[in-house]
């Protein structure tokens, strides 16, 4: 069964810094490439960055830069490093395998960025 669980969420400053954490099970983690995804209010969800089975990765345009994507195959966990949040930046964070299943998400977490 898949699961996905995400954490690290938190109500920050412009400026700031914060890491996600996600913690997949039911899945062959190490041969997939996975991604972290987020949804505004208001907003479609879209695919903030990825990360291959042997690591290469890539960003929307919109947070190249400032966020880091990087995965633990060992223990089937991948990590997004978000520095100089702005508060465009405000969604539910989410992470998938890229592409997403379509019935398997986890809860999200919340990050905040005031102004």
């Known amino acids: 069964q898949v699961q996905l669980v995400e954490s690290g969420g938190d109500l920050v400053q412009a400026g700031g810094s914060l890491t996600l954490s996600c913690a997949a099970s039911?899945?062959?983690?190490?041969?997939?490439?996975m991604g972290w995804y987020r949804q505004a209010p208001g907003k479609q969800r879209e695919l903030v960055a990825t990360?291959?089975?042997?690591?290469?990765?890539n960003y929307t345009d919109s947070v190249k830069g400032r966020f880091t994507i990087s995965r633990d195959n060992a223990k089937k966990m991948v990590f997004l490093q978000m520095n100089n949040l702005k508060p465009e930046d405000t969604a539910i964070y989410y992470c998938?395998?890229?592409?997403?299943?379509?019935?398997?998400w986890g809860q999200g977490t919340q990050v905040t960025v005031s102004s």
């Open positions: 990360i291959t089975s042997r690591g290469s990765t």
């Open positions: 998938n395998k890229d592409p997403a299943y379509v019935y398997h």
């Open positions: 039911g899945i062959l983690f190490k041969i997939v490439a």
